[in-house]
């Protein structure tokens, strides 16, 4: 029943969903409702092959100057989630997105590395 005592609903009203109890609820996209939609943006990870392999051979690039310079070592670990997420049989997208952009924070003081990063940042996004 609405606001007014009736059983009519506002066309346009989005009350959005409201789960309460001891419910878990895991989707890429939900909706409810007369004529609602949901939309999911999945990943195919064989796209990400280019990808995958450009940021390997970052990896090791990077690795190999960690010796000189030690604050390499978290922008390394960064791009090992990186590397994981990719793996992933459905890599989140807002994730790899967000990790590639702290990536690039990590290495903005190396120009070769900053570049290297931003181009794949830029692939990824291509294929969101």
């Known amino acids: 029943m609405n606001e007014h005592g009736t059983n009519e609903h506002r066309t346009n009203e989005n009350s959005g969903i409201f789960i309460t109890g001891n419910a878990r609820v895991q989707a890429d996209a939900m909706a409810a409702g007369t004529r609602a939609q949901a939309h999911s943006r999945k990943i195919d990870n064989r796209r990400y092959g280019e990808v995958r392999a450009r940021l390997d ?57 900053a570049a290297a990063v931003a181009s794949i940042e830029e692939s990824v996004r291509a294929l969101l």
């Open 57 to 113: 051979a970052l990896l090791e690039e990077m690795r190999a100057d960690e010796a000189g310079h030690p604050e390499l070592r978290e922008a390394i670990e960064t791009g090992e989630a990186i590397a994981g997420e990719l793996a992933a049989d459905e890599p989140e997208p807002r994730r790899l997105v967000r990790l590639l952009r702290s990536l690039g924070t990590g290495v903005e003081k190396f120009s070769t590395f």
